[in-house]
């Protein structure tokens, strides 16, 4: 019997009426011919009012009572969703994590996948049901206790179970139609994309396209599981959503396939730093070590010669969220006050956002980088910064050019038509 | 290490204060020298609210799918619970059903327990744990799947744990201060006992005294658990309360130590029956297969002498819950219909409740059941039905003499005094 995975977000499973709806779907892929895993998030709200109550209780909380409060509210809607199944005349039932069993590491509130062993749905599925329901974003670590993966765990645990149990797709029904080629709100020539590459969607979700967890779609490549992402609030059918999945998959493709933005950015330039060998290591371990997330760096070659500084000297850019700010600052004052490092000054510029140009068409074409650049000059925004992967571009800019630079790449990469 | 078992109920652990409150209940046992095992409900309106959103959903229900909807509202209160503790500095850690485990029978929705092997929760203490904190109310049955006791099972799972574990005694928390010598809004004379013996507070248990489950009290009396009902919401000590327990614990008791009244009755007559062996059988089987709970039976032999029924008569008198009154009536027209029984007439008369006094000194004292009717004669209330075991006397009378029969009854055995 071939098997899909179907994944409804909490918005998708919001009130009863909202998880009927979703039921309806599943319902019709079981008429279909499949047997179909369900995998469920909490009624939206509910994990945030659980969460709210566990850090009200206890600023630092015991991460095993966490999870044992938190996972709560997807075991409610799994229930749910399997009584509106049965409703239906769907065999179902629901699933708790520890039921399957969902082995993860011990890592509380941050598990990942160990196992999942298909015996025990497998057995029901031999018996007659159509539709098992999992509860989603949990599991069960070694000390028996119950584990969450961390939020956005739900697509997780649908593309794990899409891998175990060798489906033939895993659909992630959610608040959105697709995947676009931006952001529909800056652009209404913003078009969605019937098929996208994992490493295109895995750039594009870490870049700030909130449509899917990185973590998931980096799963879904690795065990080559086709993920689509579709509306729960719309008719659907089968070519309905964006199909991410192996470019082999993809006949013919663009060199650029998304423009990406992101005003959660900030840059912290130290001013007249000693160039010698190890000066980076200086700076970035105790960066990492305050748990910052540095995304881009650039290193300027100093052409500035003070009386004070008769070496070599450099000017060291780097970004960071812009939430890490002061953490970042922290950091660097103190290893300044260690004598770790020398620098005259840190500039934080927090009026910034980053733009990037997302394509597998890249690898094989050249000269995106110069149409890219010149689009930008052509609308006068000023490049702060650059960093490049194999198959991206991404510019810092002046954050009050986003949305013209957005739409200027857009147009240059021809984005508009299919 | 003495072992205390502390229960508390839904409006015990309504909000994060109120955890807060119980929490710092169980710390001053454990500074006295116990291991604790908390038993806890849900929050209060938890439970109604899932099982609105299951019956809302599914109105034959799977009991499997609505154990494991509505068994959620009590993990999420261990969970809270036991941070609350941690924050105290009391080492805790919540248990869910099936991780202590707690193993029931397959009766999802009304399951009954197998047993509670102590081996987990034992070796935590050895551990150094202080405190288990148990979510209450449900098991895991042989399907692997989560049981619930039904309502009211968490005073059952805390008699249970008391049993398995031995406790000293087993406190139930919920928010009346103690068992009164009959409702206090009835009469301000009532008085809080101090004690009361299994079998008594069983009998007001199941005569509408809400305090505690009966099922619980029968759990304690078959194991001998002493139990101890007392406020969560005022500072109590070591006397406070109510304590349940065998009677030889009792030094003195008076004949009578409590009056019972509900208004939940009826009275159904069946007006002239065929009097003849097998009839009783003939009557309330039907009733029985109908889940009919007959309480009061009272049978008349009639000195009617009808013409049409030439062989001798009688009336049957019964009394069930106000709300079983149609299926009753029901199950005796198709039983008439038949031809299994025949009756003239079937009269219910929804107006009575029943007025109960309990004490086990009646088993050696004569002249009670005289001085109840005589107090009730006094105050012309006209009786309707009479009802007796070992330990209790029963009433049914006018629905409308029912306060001023448990007054005339509380003064006449001098309940008022200690």
Redesign the interface.
């Known amino acids: 019997m071939p098997l899909l995975v179907m994944k409804f977000g909490g918005t998708s499973v919001a009130d009863?009426d909202r998880?009927k709806n979703a039921a309806a779907k599943v319902q019709r892929e079981v008429e279909r011919g499949y047997d179909v895993i369900v995998i469920v998030s909490a009624m939206s709200g509910k994990t945030n009012e659980?969460v709210g109550?566990?850090e009200?209780?206890?600023p630092l909380?015991?991460a095993?009572?966490?999870d044992?409060?938190v996972s709560?509210?997807e075991?409610?809607t799994?229930?749910?969703m399997?009584?509106?199944l049965?409703?239906m005349g769907v065999p179902a039932?629901?699933w708790?994590g520890?039921?399957v069993p969902i082995n993860t590491t011990a890592a509380h509130s941050a598990a990942r996948f160990v196992d999942i062993p298909r015996a025990n749905i497998d057995q029901k599925f031999a018996e007659g049901f159509k539709v098992a329901v999992v509860a989603g974003f949990q599991g069960l670590g070694p000390d028996?206790?119950?584990t969450t993966l961390g939020r956005g765990g739900s697509d997780t645990t649908a593309v794990a179970f899409a891998a175990a149990f060798a489906a033939e797709r895993c659909d992630i029904y959610t608040d959105v139609d697709g995947v676009y080629t931006t952001d529909p709100r800056i652009t209404s020539k913003a078009r969605k994309l019937d098929k996208i590459a994992f490493e295109e969607m895995l750039e594009l979700a870490s870049l700030g396209a909130k449509v899917l967890q990185t973590r998931s779609v980096e799963l879904a490549m690795r065990y080559k599981v086709r993920l689509r992402v579709l509306s729960s609030f719309e008719d659907t059918d089968e070519n309905s959503g964006t199909l991410i999945c192996d470019e082999e998959e993809i006949m013919e493709s663009k060199v650029v396939n998304g423009v990406a933005s992101s005003r959660d950015e900030a840059k912290i330039t130290l001013v007249t730093v000693e160039d010698r060998p190890g000066i980076s290591a200086a700076i970035f371990a105790p960066l990492a070590e305050a748990g910052v997330n540095v995304d881009m760096i650039v290193q300027n070659i100093s052409e500035k010669d003070y009386e004070d500084h008769p070496g070599s000297v450099t000017d060291m850019t780097f970004s960071v969220p812009i939430n890490q700010v002061e953490r970042a600052k922290r950091a660097m004052e103190e290893a300044k006050a260690s004598g770790h490092i020398a620098y005259d000054e840190l500039v934080v510029d927090t009026e910034v956002a980053k733009v990037s140009v997302v394509g597998i068409g890249m690898r094989s074409h050249t000269g995106v980088a110069a149409k890219m650049f010149k689009a930008l000059a052509d609308e006068n925004v000023n490049i702060k910064v650059i960093s490049t992967s194999e198959i991206k571009i991404s510019v810092l800019i002046d954050r009050k050019y986003m949305e013209l630079a957005v739409q200027a790449l857009h147009d240059a990469f021809g984005l508009e038509a299919a």
Chains 1, 2 share one sequence.
């Open positions: 009863l998880i659980l109550w566990v009200q209780t206890s909380f015991d095993r009572e966490y044992a409060v709560s509210g075991n409610v799994a229930g749910l399997a009584l509106t049965q409703e039932r629901s708790q520890w039921q028996g206790r119950i």
